[in-house]
């Protein structure tokens, strides 16, 4: 699965004139590294299998950042988040605190990448990516009754959403915060919370298709943005599901659960 994805990435950087279009999915690997590297620096253990590329800041440079607790040499969107996550995990070892420090970091960064480009394909796939995540957020919290401050540390505000309602559902139960989504019905979650009562893995799904829907939208487009980013969608979708399909086949699982799992393809 690395050998194809660097595949992708390198097709990619030779046919786009501005790599930055894509900071908005790098984002997601930047920030991977810099839990990874928190980790293994507080807890002395090995991290360099865990890393990820490609990336928009250098493994090494968050390394020292860390190391040395310096982080003014990290872009400014990360400086913060860095931080406060090494803060909440030296001082409390409460990883799941830490982590949506920088879960909340990175959505916020992709949001502001994605808007850079005016591209509105890739400004509707990431604001969606953004609401479900903060879904998934919420729906975690609910379940295992997180408080407040949990919330307002891990969620990051999407256009039409608002976060204080969002939080008042989740903090009164899962039950509650879907029926919340089932009546304001953004970004089809009326849709995704039946899902959800089907199951999570469901869910999963479904919120993975809803993004393939959006890059689709590249196929109608010959010369511009929208084809590369569709085609970027299209084949990590095509690299999970041979890895759904490995996975399923070693674990001996039946072939209509391996169906289940499988997600919409972009072609």
């Known amino acids: 699965m690395t050998q194809e994805t660097a595949k992708l990435w390198d097709y990619l950087r030779g046919v786009t004139p501005d790599f930055s279009l894509y900071d908005a999915f790098l984002y997601r690997n930047d920030y991977h590294n810099a839990k990874a590297i928190l980790k293994g620096v507080l807890r002395n253990r090995p991290y360099a299998g865990l890393l990820l590329r490609p990336c928009t800041v250098e493994p090494a440079l968050l390394e020292a950042a860390v190391k040395e607790k310096k982080y003014a040499p990290l872009p400014a969107h990360m400086r913060g988040a860095v931080e406060r996550s090494y803060q909440l995990l030296a001082e409390t070892a409460d990883t799941q605190r830490s982590d949506a420090v920088l879960d909340a970091a990175a959505m916020a960064a992709m949001l502001a990448a994605a ?12 604001r969606t990516t953004v609401f479900y995540s903060d879904v998934k957020t919420a729906l975690r ?13 891990a969620l990051c505000p999407a256009a039409g959403m608002d976060l204080a309602e969002l939080k008042k559902a989740a903090l009164a139960g899962e039950s509650e915060l879907t029926g919340y989504l089932e009546q304001k019905d953004l970004y089809g979650s009326r849709e995704a919370m ?19 829907g959006i890059a689709r939208q590249g196929r109608r487009v010959t010369m511009g943005p929208e084809a590369l980013i569709g085609y970027l969608l299209g084949k990590e979708t095509e690299i999970k599901a041979v890895h759904i399909l490995a996975s399923g086949l070693r ?17």
């Open 251 to 267: 674990a001996g699982q039946p072939e209509e659960a391996v169906r289940e799992r499988l997600r919409e393809l972009y072609g």
């Open 115 to 126: 808007e850079r480009t005016r591209v509105p394909m890739l400004v509707e796939l990431i």
């Open 194 to 212: 039946a899902a959800y009562r089907e199951s999570p893995s469901a869910f999963e799904k479904w919120v993975d298709d809803r993004l393939m």
């Open 141 to 153: 919290a609910a379940r295992t009754r997180r408080g407040p401050e949990f919330l307002e540390l």
